[in-house]
């Protein structure tokens, strides 16, 4: 059997994304531990999350990119900055993908984007994001985009069955270059 060629998208969320990208977190959520949110799923509702998308469009310090294949987000990436300005050019990342999509360089694609959009406006001038120690691919695609180690919480988060997890911290410098 051949591989289904299928056709990713990449753009900015706006409100007609809303319900999808609800959807989208509930799935990744049963199908991956690597994140910190639980079968209690996502807690927006889409009302909620059409606005939160519609005030990020011109927004220089907040992303919320998406993969789509048709109308289905098959992966996410967000950043959002502090509106204190002593911390406001610190985006937070975080980034989801489908289990079925992973390994095909679409967080990558994703990753790669949130740099250019963060070069391109100036305003935010670090990226950090926490990820578990044991979800080596994440780790590697990091670093892989320029993310540095910068510390370990231990016991950061656990698993649903109560093992304690170790978290890195990473982060990456955005020079004007």
Known sequence: MGQIEKEIFFEQADSTHAAAFIDFM?????????????????????????????????????????????????GAVTVRASKQYRISHIGNVFIALRKDYWG???????????????????????LEL????RNERAVALYQKVGFEIEGTQKWGARTDEGE????????KLIDDK
């Open 26 to 74: 509930n799935q990744v959520a049963i199908e991956t531990d690597f994140l910190v949110m639980d079968e209690t799923g996502f807690q927006f509702t889409p009302d909620e999350l059409a606005v939160i998308f519609e005030n990020s469009l011109s927004s220089p310090n907040q992303l919320h990119l998406l993969a789509l294949c048709g109308e289905e987000v098959i």
């Open 104 to 126: 095909h360089g679409i967080g990558r694609i994703l990753l790669e984007e949130v740099i250019e959009w963060a070069k391109s406006y100036g305003i935010i001038k670090r």
């Open 130 to 133: 926490t990820v578990q120690a």
């Open 164 to 171: 304690w997890l170790d978290l890195y911290y990473m982060g």
